[in-house]
């Protein structure tokens, strides 16, 4: 296996930074030209772009360590669960924040090892800030140039309002009365992977999700939450995990890992 290291994780934000380039590219162009995929998710040229980077990139660093793609994810279980470790990418996160223009999308980066994500990159190239922990390293945020600062999350204190994240493009009736369960509650509405990492950062309590996602959605941003001290977990109370037969996310929760009493709420108002 290749060094876990302060140098390995550098390596990944540097190829972060430059699939971000090309997407800033065509961020920055006067057209957006978007085609829809057989889920009717959209698809851009600068998916594909970044896509093709991320790829040739790692193939050249990590000749040994195969790669799962969200434009890329036909490959047979029957070959996959025979991977202990594999990187897992979403090359651009947030595809309706980027056909929107405002800037909260995001190239995602995951090292799996059996099933567990253990580097996470998550870069926003368009308010150039950039997430990223590897086990064992810790857990960092750059923006811009500046030196990057070790984060970690801030649990709920009891009585106090709670923070949470709510997703800029996918709301639904469902979260907006789960969370009414959970008394006062501040909502900070944020795009693609930067949701995870807020909690992550300790500016936010939870993030909740109801929605459809699919593994390599969560996967860096996963690695940056547990690396910094917190949970991703279904309903059931089990942490997400990768590289299963269906590739889809259970529904799931975002918090402080020593949060009990934010996850035993939770769990009353799931199941009153």
């Known amino acids: 296996m290749y060094p876990l290291n302060m140098n390995m994780l550098l390596e990944i934000v540097k190829l972060a930074h430059c699939a971000g380039e090309a ?4 961020y920055s162009g006067d057209e957006i030209d978007t ?7 959209p698809l851009t040229l600068a998916d594909l772009k970044s896509h093709q980077i991320i790829i040739a990139s790692l193939q050249k660093l990590t000749p040994k360590i195969p790669i799962l793609s ?8 029957s070959t996959r669960r025979l991977w202990t470790y ?3 990418i979403d090359p651009l996160d947030g595809t309706k924040e980027f056909i929107k223009r405002n800037g909260e999308f995001t190239v995602n980066i995951a090292l799996i090892k059996d099933g567990i994500p253990i580097i996470g990159v998550v870069y926003a190239p368009a308010i ?3 997430y990223y922990a590897a086990k064992e390293v810790g857990a960092f945020v750059q923006r811009n140039n ?4 070790p984060i970690e999350v801030k ?9 949470v994240v709510t997703s800029r493009s996918h709301s639904d009736t469902r979260t907006t009365a789960l969370l009414e369960k959970l008394g006062a509650y501040e909502a900070i509405s944020m795009g693609s992977s930067l949701k995870f990492c807020l909690v992550a950062e300790g500016k936010a309590h939870l993030y909740i999700r109801l929605g459809p996602t699919m593994e390599w959605d969560t996967a860096a941003a996963h690695a940056i939450v547990n690396i910094a001290g917190g949970l991703i977990c279904d309903f059931t109370g089990h942490e997400l ?11 799931f929760f975002v918090l402080p890992e020593a949060n009990t009493s934010l996850h035993k709420l939770i769990q009353a108002s799931i199941n009153p």
């Open 241 to 251: 995990h990768y590289n299963k037969e269906d590739l889809h996310n259970p529904e």
């Open 23 to 26: 997407i800033m590219t065509i």
């Open 35 to 41: 085609t829809y995929k057989a889920d009717s998710s």
């Open 128 to 130: 150039k800030v950039c």
């Open 86 to 88: 594999y990187w897992l």
């Open 155 to 163: 649990p709920h204190v009891i009585d106090k309002t709670i923070k």
């Open 70 to 77: 969200e434009e890329a994810a036909t490959i047979p279980y």
């Open 146 to 149: 500046d030196i990057a600062a």
